[in-house]
């Protein structure tokens, strides 16, 4: 049985001899991480949202098995992510053969420092915040080997884009200047984030505060302002509340500013056979 991951070819040549060449299809990779551990009581959030992401990469329309790779993966410190990626590339062909298309984060997050762990220690770490990746020798050391074009890398948790005098422009600003984030998506929320049925609207449930029920329907991490929890539960058909926009930096400049659900919406997949 011929590979599936193999383009076959033929070129002529003087008389009519015919030479096969093989067109080997680079590999796109996908990795979303969310952060467990044990005694906090969002990773319920973080795991559902990050598999709803999951889900809807291998049901988009856009979606070939042969070439596009998905990796959720449980992690409990960002430490971690560099060694991941370069297994996962290394599992794929290596840098030549695999590039990473996106990444998703979901997690906590802190506005001036970006994702933190709620107690495990990140090496190195933000001086002060343990908690903390640093970017020097930390989020600017990953060799992400990015594809060349539509390459993403997404922070779905608290405040990540969000800008004051103490954060500047946001996190996610700060990652898309670095040199190994160049020409890459940077995506970040603008407020605090909630558990969301949606990804452009803010509703959840009774069961869901209980922290259970979350497997049962596609789950989202959404921004909205903190006094909004009332109606979230109750919505109003007629009067969503609508999610606060994420914001997208590349190469240091904002270049979007949407919801989640212009790349990120179970209602546009294909139907599930």
Not at 74 to 85: E, G, L, M, P, T
Request: charged share 25%; glycine share 6%; aromatic share 12%.
């Amino acid at each position: 049985m011929p590979d599936k991951k193999v383009t076959t070819g033929t070129t002529s040549t003087q008389d009519n001899n015919i030479i096969h060449q093989k067109i080997t299809r680079i590999k796109e990779l996908t990795l979303l991480f969310w952060v467990n551990e044990k005694d906090d009581s969002r990773c319920s959030l973080f795991e559902e949202s990050c598999m709803t992401r999951y889900f809807n990469i291998l049901y988009s329309p856009e979606y070939k098995k042969e070439t596009h790779k998905v990796y959720p993966v449980s992690i409990s410190r960002f430490d971690q992510i560099k060694k991941i990626i370069a297994n996962r590339i290394d599992q794929n062909g290596g840098i030549d053969k695999a590039k990473v298309k996106e990444i998703g984060i979901f997690s906590h997050v802190g506005k001036v420092d970006g994702p933190t762990t709620q107690y495990t220690v990140n090496t190195p770490a933000v001086n002060g915040y343990p908690q903390q990746l640093n970017i020097v020798r930390g989020w600017d050391d990953i060799n992400f080997n990015w594809t060349d074009t539509g390459a993403m890398f997404v922070m779905y948790g608290c405040r990540s884009s969000f800008q004051d005098k103490d954060s500047g422009d946001g996190f996610a600003s700060k990652l898309s200047k670095l040199a190994n984030f160049r020409n890459v998506d940077i995506w970040g929320q603008t407020e605090y984030t909630y558990p969301s049925y949606y990804p452009d609207i803010r509703e959840t449930s009774l069961i869901r505060t209980f922290n259970i029920g979350w497997s049962f329907s596609p789950t989202y991490m959404v921004a909205d302002k903190e006094d909004n929890g009332w109606d979230a539960l109750f919505p109003d058909e007629k009067k969503p509340i609508k999610a606060l926009p994420m914001q997208c930096f590349k190469n240091g400049a904002l270049v979007k500013s949407v919801d989640q659900s212009i790349f990120n919406d179970h209602r546009k997949n294909k139907p599930n056979d």
